[in-house]
């Protein structure tokens, strides 16, 4: 029943990424990936509020099937690293080497502060 249920939220957040992604291509143009980053930046987000919201004796309490469904299924399926790794690929053989760079270390940076904010307002909910 796991992987039912993980396949089925995989679907979803692959299903969502597309739906972001495309808006965020039409929305900024695809010079440069910021759909993704703000994807992967949200799924760190949400990942680190799911992550927070697993503890019996907090306000909120996700069971472990629905924590996996969250973060292994949708979360999965909505982040977008092999996508966030192919499009700084395309950008360094471009030779937009100042793009590169501010993919890779803002995607990074902000994907690190999006888990610790996530996981922030996880505890202070589940408080």
Do not use: H
């Not at 739906?19 to 291509?25: E, L, N, T």
């Not at 360094?92 to 803002?106: C, F, H, K, P, S």
Request: charge should be positive.
């Amino acid at each position: 029943m796991s992987y039912l249920w993980i396949g089925l939220g995989s679907a979803l957040g692959g299903i969502a990424r597309y739906v972001f992604s495309s808006w965020g291509a039409a929305w900024w143009g695809q010079r440069f990936p910021l759909a993704t980053i703000l994807i992967n930046v949200a799924g760190s987000f949400l990942i680190g509020f799911v992550a927070s919201c697993g503890k019996f004796e907090g306000k909120i309490f996700l069971s472990p099937m629905t924590k996996d469904f969250l973060m292994i299924g949708v979360l999965g399926g909505f982040t977008t690293f092999s996508s966030f790794s192919l499009q700084t690929l395309y950008l360094a053989q471009r030779g937009e080497w100042m793009l590169t760079a501010l993919n890779v270390v803002g995607s990074v940076a902000l994907c690190l502060v999006g888990v610790w904010l996530g996981s922030w307002c996880g505890r202070f909910f589940n408080a």
